[in-house]
């Protein structure tokens, strides 16, 4: 990803952001960044607006309506992923506050290791996908380099 010719944006002024962002990386990951942008509104109506904890409380007929629904790319695994990040997520702001409260316990850490711990805590969040996701909300990042 050649993020240098964009301007990173800001931290997300809501949980539901970071929630949003995360889904985006998760969804962004093995498919075009184009396509899961023009399906965007549909992704946000089947995710409750990105509402963590109504997001948290979906269950198997909330599953099974999304793996129908054409507004969206529907692959069971990373529905399944983004209810379960949704879960994660309500954990760690119970835990710490907000996320991104949760997200300053990790400052002390290298880049790597924060990649690592948000790999380990959330789903479908590979190596490409956390550190798009920590560019996104706005946090350091090192100069991306394909490998």
Do not use: C
Request: net charge negative; hydrophobic share 40%; glycine share 6%.
């Amino acid at each position: 990803m050649a993020h240098e010719h964009r301007k990173q944006p800001g931290k997300p002024a809501s949980d539901s952001s970071y929630f949003e962002e995360m889904t985006k990386a998760v969804f962004r990951s093995g498919f075009s960044w184009q396509v899961i942008e023009n399906k965007w509104p549909g992704f946000d109506k089947a995710f409750a607006g990105f509402d963590i904890d109504a997001v948290a409380n979906f269950d198997e007929r909330d599953f099974e309506r999304l793996v129908q629904d054409e507004a969206i790319v529907r692959n069971g695994r990373k529905i399944q992923a983004t209810i379960d990040n949704a879960r994660a997520m309500q954990a760690l702001i119970d835990e710490h506050g907000s996320f991104r409260a949760y997200l300053r316990t990790l400052d002390e850490l290298d880049y790597a290791k924060r990649a690592k711990e948000l790999q380990k805590q959330f789903g479908f969040l590979g190596r490409t996908g956390a550190f798009t996701f920590l560019w996104f909300v706005g946090e350091p990042v090192p100069e991306w380099e394909e490998r």
